[in-house]
């Protein structure tokens, strides 16, 4: 039996890996869940900063007074200052009103945690996978060398998949669902690829014996 498993424990070792990071994202997702909306909050900001900042310099706010005014023009800017500063701390108020209230009701923030979600899914399931194929190429006519590397193969992708999730659940507040999906899409493309070579890998040999069998 030892002989039968051993070239396939480099397959079955990257397997529980992808088990353990899948199990492992799960309990941070309980117990991180205040830095994880700390990191969404944060990546909104830094979203809306370049458009304030460029609503600031528009032309036209600079224009909206010409110099001809004298005086008045001084008192209303120091009005406009005025003004400004109690807006900007409303709506900083405001802002954390609606983050206290608001912020698992946004859309936005929902599929942001269903990303998330989805590399503990996908971390569990692919690792469980990767397990499955070693045991299956274990007992094939495959080569010793195919048995080892086509499992570690899939064990890598199955790792590479659902943490490009994660980093699509974390970039989707900030540059939106489209953008996030598609900043990580070689990514999953390279996991996807691989895992499907395992399990094409361990299909061709299994259905060849069973073939030869008959």
Do not use: C
């Not at 458009?51 to 010409?66: F, T």
């Not at 194929?133 to 080892?148: D, G, P, Q």
């Not at 064990?155 to 970039?171: D, E, K, N, S, T």
Request: net charge negative.
């Amino acid at each position: 039996m030892i002989d039968i498993i051993k070239p396939v424990r480099y397959g079955i070792l990257v397997g529980l890996l992808g088990l353990t990071f899948g199990v492992g994202w799960a309990f941070w997702l309980v117990l991180g869940h205040e830095s994880i909306h700390k990191s969404f909050e944060e990546s909104v900001v830094e979203k809306k900063e370049p458009h304030s900042l460029i609503q600031l310099l528009e032309p036209g706010n600079a224009q909206a007074h010409g110099p001809e005014e004298g005086k008045p023009r001084q008192q209303d800017e120091h009005t406009d200052m005025m003004d400004e500063g109690e807006h900007m701390t409303l709506s900083s108020e405001e802002d954390e009103h609606q983050h206290g209230e608001d912020m698992h009701d946004n859309p936005i923030m929902q599929l942001a945690h269903e990303r998330l979600r989805r590399g503990h899914i996908h971390g569990m399931g692919l690792g469980l996978l990767t397990i499955a194929l070693s045991f299956i190429l274990a007992f094939t006519s495959a080569s010793e060398r195919i048995k080892t590397i086509a499992p570690v193969l899939a064990g890598i992708g199955g790792i590479l998949y659902p943490f490009a999730w994660i980093v699509m659940g974390y970039r989707t507040p900030g540059l939106g669902p489209d953008a996030a999906a598609a900043s990580v899409r070689m990514i999953a493309g390279i996991g996807t690829a691989l895992v499907v070579l395992g399990i094409f890998t361990a299909g061709v040999f299994l259905l060849k014996d069973i073939l030869q069998k008959r």
